[in-house]
């Protein structure tokens, strides 16, 4: 089954570091495909956060940060600040659906 | 500067039909893999379809056979013709246009589809 697993919460302290996890199969982040993330706030739609597993667009600070190794990839965040709280989601192209792979989504709570 | 306006939403009983308008500006619908990614009430995202710039479409199991995804090249717009509609359907429909891979780097605000009777 093509699924892209991801945490369903994480919190921490102002000031920290925190990361969401994204795992994958052969047929999705193993296969090579990318993987993108998006945050987003209630009532709102979806802003990329970072593209192509490490890249930030125009305008998205230099504390979030991706990495994508095998099946998996993480998006970190350092220097947490109230206003990050939101949702996160990480997507990947997936070669079973021939289509488009979200992540379940995960909530991150600024303590 | 590239806008997604969609428009279309409402309620609608179970088994109807209702189709989505996703309006484009700042580029033409016909050039990108064109997107429907949907969110039900507290749920997640998921990917709806999409349509390639030559035209041809996938859809999601979940879809499969109910919906349809087309675009008018003269009116720069993307439709999605749902079918059959199941109160599972309910969900806000974004439309949404990858950047140079499968990235969705422009959104619209969302269209609100209430199947309910």
């Known amino acids: 089954q093509s699924v892209l697993t991801q945490p369903p919460s994480v919190s921490g302290a102002p000031g920290q570091r925190v990361t969401i996890s994204c795992t994958g199969s052969s047929s999705n982040i193993g296969a090579g495909y990318n993987v993108h993330w998006y945050q987003q706030f209630p009532g709102t739609a979806p802003k990329l956060l970072i593209h192509?597993?490490?890249n930030r667009p125009s305008g998205v600070p230099d504390r979030f940060s991706g990495s994508k190794s095998g099946t998996s990839a993480s998006l970190a965040i350092t220097g947490l600040q109230a206003e990050d709280e939101a949702d996160y989601y990480c997507q990947s192209y997936d070669s079973s659906l021939s289509g488009v792979l979200f992540g379940g989504g995960t909530k991150l709570t600024v303590l | 500067e590239v806008h997604l306006v969609e428009s279309g939403g409402g309620l609608i009983q179970p088994g109807g039909s209702l189709r989505l308008s996703c309006a484009a500006s700042?580029?033409?619908?016909?050039?990108?893999?064109m997107t429907w990614v949907r969110q039900g009430p507290g749920k997640g995202l998921e990917w709806v379809s999409f349509v390639n710039t030559g035209g041809s479409t996938y859809y999601a199991d979940s879809v499969k056979g109910r919906f349809t995804v087309s675009r008018d090249s003269s009116k720069n717009t993307l439709y999605l013709q749902m079918n059959s509609l199941r109160a599972e359907d309910t969900a806000v429909y974004y439309c949404?246009?990858?950047?140079?891979?499968?990235?969705?780097?422009?959104w619209g605000q969302g269209a609100l589809v209430t199947v309910s009777s």
């Open positions: 700042g580029f033409t619908v016909t050039s990108s893999y």
């Open positions: 949404a246009k990858p950047g140079g891979g499968w990235e969705f780097d422009y």
């Open positions: 192509t597993n490490n």
